[in-house]
Structure formats: C-alpha cells, structure tokens
C-alpha cells in the first residue's frame, strides 16, 4: 500500500512554545491530507482538511489559529501547534489517501507532550 | 449521538474462541464502511473494507445492514497476535473523511 510518513514521532515541548509536524506521501501525491488527534482511550477526532494550495478546513471547534495547517506541496502537509498547553498533549495522526481510492493511509502519529 | 458507536469492551477470550463486535452509525448517507485495526500507541491500519454484501478476508468476516445503520466484524480461530483496539470507521458526507468509532479492545489469551 502507500506510504505516509509522519515526523516527528515524539516530542517533548515547553508551554507557550510551537511545534511543527510533518506529514509526507512518499510514493503518491495527495491532494488532501487529514490532521486527527487522538486523546488515551478515545476515539480519532477529525481536526482539519488539508487541502494543497488552499485553506484548510476545520472541523468545529478546532481552533484555526492555534493549529496551523499548511499543504504547500501533493506530498507535504504540516501543522503546527502554536503557543502550546499541557491540554494540547495528545496523538496526532495525519492520513491521505490515493486518487479514487477508498482505503485511507496513515502516518505514524505524533505523541506530543507540553510540559 | 455520536455518529460511530461501539462497545468499548475489552473482551477477553481464549486462543480459538470466535468474537464478534459491533457497531452502528448515525448518517444514513455515508457511503463507505471499514474495519481498522489499531495496536497500543501505533497508527490504525486498514484490516477489511465493509460491504452490503459482507465479505470475509481469511478467519476474519465483516457485515453490513444498510437498514439498521449497523456493521459487524466475526474473528473466528482468534490468536493471540490478534489482540489490539478494533475500530469502526464510516465515511461522512462529503464521503471523504472518516469517523472513528471509539474502538473495541480485543485481548485473546493463551
């Protein structure tokens, strides 16, 4: 199957700092990429839709300005945790999938951890 | 009422026992169903799409009731490797982005 490609796998980050995470397709090229968090013993939450060469779309409640998403690229999408909170610790998933194909690849998700 | 719904579990059963799991959802228009498979802090993986006419991949069998917005997965032989979080995914709307269930955990002991 395809491959997706999340960096970094674990961080550790100070309150009030930003953390970015990559996420890359490295064998096809997506033009939409999904940002899911994931709290312990909770189910995947839809943050946003990344789209490339456009604005993201957040799902309600998501702040826009706090997660920042950039999709500059068929095969990079980024986001960013600004002026992290301990609340913000969680799992970070990205996922794309191939044109006109329904299975949906993952990344191997972000543990972020403010302090 | 969320739109995925499953029982949390955890079910605990013996090496070969057969387990069944289930879940409903809320949108009569999503279009796609799947099965994914998620170990302890790692990223889901896809085990078996869901189809109307249930499909069945190996000891593993998936079921579809369009009528009664409910899916099933049957693990027949279960193994002790089968153990993980098993999680319900429908696609919304736009038929684009995915709903997680909140995940079903499997422990299958010797």
């Known amino acids: 199957g395809a491959v997706v490609s999340q960096h970094p796998s674990r961080v550790i980050c100070k309150s009030g700092t930003s953390v970015k995470i990559e996420c890359r397709s490295l064998?096809?090229?997506?033009?939409?990429m999904f940002w899911y968090r994931q709290f312990p013993k909770k189910s995947l939450m839809l943050m946003a839709t990344s789209n490339e060469g456009s604005k993201a779309t957040y799902e309600q409640g998501v702040e826009k300005d706090k997660f920042l998403i950039n999709h500059a690229s068929l095969t990079l999408s980024t986001l960013t945790v600004t002026s992290a909170h301990p609340e913000d610790s969680s799992f970070y998933i990205c996922?794309?999938?191939?044109?006109?194909?329904?299975?949906?690849?993952f990344g191997q998700g972000t543990r972020l951890t403010v302090v | 009422r969320k739109e995925v719904e499953q029982d949390p579990g955890p079910f605990n059963v013996p090496e070969g026992a057969t387990v069944a799991f289930n879940c409903t959802y809320s949108?009569?228009?999503?279009?796609?169903f799947f099965w994914y498979r998620q170990d302890c802090r790692k990223e889901p993986k896809l085990l078996m799409s869901v189809y109307s006419s249930g499909n069945e991949d190996g000891r593993f069998t998936a079921q579809l009731n369009r009528a009664s917005q409910y899916i099933s997965l049957l693990i027949r032989d279960s193994k002790l490797s089968d153990s993980a979080t098993y999680l319900c995914?429908?696609?919304?709307?736009?038929?684009?982005?995915?709903?997680f269930g909140k995940g079903t955990s499997l422990l299958v002991t010797p």
């Open positions: 949108n009569s228009a999503s279009q796609s």
């Open positions: 995914v429908v696609t919304g709307d736009s038929g684009y982005a995915l709903n």
């Open positions: 064998d096809f090229q997506a033009t939409t």
């Open positions: 996922s794309a999938r191939v044109e006109g194909d329904t299975e949906a690849f």
